[in-house]
């Protein structure tokens, strides 16, 4: 869950416009070092959340510690893998293309940086999904629903400033 901040901004010389809130980096597991990961860094604000894809040809788990190494401790990150990075823009440059070239064997990781100016607070909860404790869909459905209502969020969610 995000909850999303609407700072008045107090720097002066700078409008809303023009305050960094989102890059996104494109990566080969090759290039996954401190430099290239400082490319998601913002001048005026912290990097408070990190989203990124990697392609499911690479080692995940190796991958994932490596990033997490590379990024402040106190940024949350999130990964997942995919079977094709959805990637727009390279830092702030935008490509070509939505959808990153997929061959038999591709070496993708797409990052997405988020700055605490745009998001206040993050709550990430993990909900095991029953895969291999029953065989009845309803009651697969009934275990995720009370795991679900079970979680406790230390912030207010309002659907005008909140994803959850």
């Known amino acids: 869950m995000f909850g999303f901040i609407k700072k008045e901004n107090n720097k002066s010389s700078e409008t809303n416009s023009e305050i960094e809130t989102f890059k996104t980096l494109r990566l080969q597991s090759s290039e996954v070092t401190r430099e ?8 005026n604000e912290k990097l408070k959340l990190v989203i990124g894809f990697i392609s499911p040809h690479l080692n ?3 991958i994932s510690s490596r990033i997490k190494q590379y990024l402040p401790s106190d ?8 079977a094709g990075e959805l990637c727009t823009f390279d830092q702030t440059t935008p490509t070509q293309r939505l959808y990153m070239d997929a061959p038999d064997i591709w070496d993708n990781i797409v990052l997405s940086g988020f700055s605490s100016y745009m998001i206040e607070s993050i709550h990430i ?4 999904l029953a895969t291999n404790k029953v065989n009845s869909i309803d009651e697969k459905v009934d275990i995720i629903t009370d795991r679900v209502k079970n979680i406790n969020v230390p912030f207010n969610l309002n659907s005008s400033d909140t994803i959850a």
């Open 60 to 62: 995940f788990s190796e």
């Open 75 to 82: 940024t949350k990150l999130i990964l997942a893998s995919t």
């Open 125 to 128: 909860e993990t909900v095991d």
């Open 36 to 43: 290239n990961l400082n490319k998601l860094s913002f001048q």
